[in-house]
């Protein structure tokens, strides 16, 4: 899964369903998040796109989307948000809700 920069925020974000992981590498629960979201993308495929984004590396994004708590993930569609979730999350719920965005 990739970990994109404040950089390449914007374009990757901009089309389509994206997911966007807020996470940090010290974080428990964001370590048992990542393989949830690892199969999440298998199935769901090229419908939606997962990235992460490092809280630590990437402070000025973390503020702009409010993310207090880790993991945070903030469901976007053509450059919108339209959802936010924090916390661990399971599989199946995680699914139905990017299936609402798709």
């Known amino acids: ?3 994109i920069k ?3 925020f914007e374009n990757v974000t901009k089309e389509g369903t994206v997911v966007v992981d807020f996470f940090a590498t010290w974080c ?3 370590r048992m998040m990542a393989p949830i979201l690892e199969e999440a ?3 769901l495929g090229d419908k939606v796109k997962i990235v992460k984004v490092d809280v630590d590396e990437s402070e000025k994004l973390a503020r702009k989307f409010g993310v207090m708590s880790i993991p945070t993930l903030i469901f976007f569609k053509d450059g919108q948000v339209k959802d936010k979730h924090v ?3 399971m ?3 995680f ?3 990017v299936e609402k965005y798709l």
Do not use: A
């Open 95 to 97: 699914v139905e809700m």
């Open 1 to 3: 899964m990739e970990v």
């Open 41 to 43: 993308q298998t199935q």
């Open 87 to 89: 916390g661990l999350m």
């Open 28 to 30: 428990g629960p964001c």
């Open 6 to 8: 404040e950089k390449d």
């Open 91 to 93: 599989k199946d719920e």
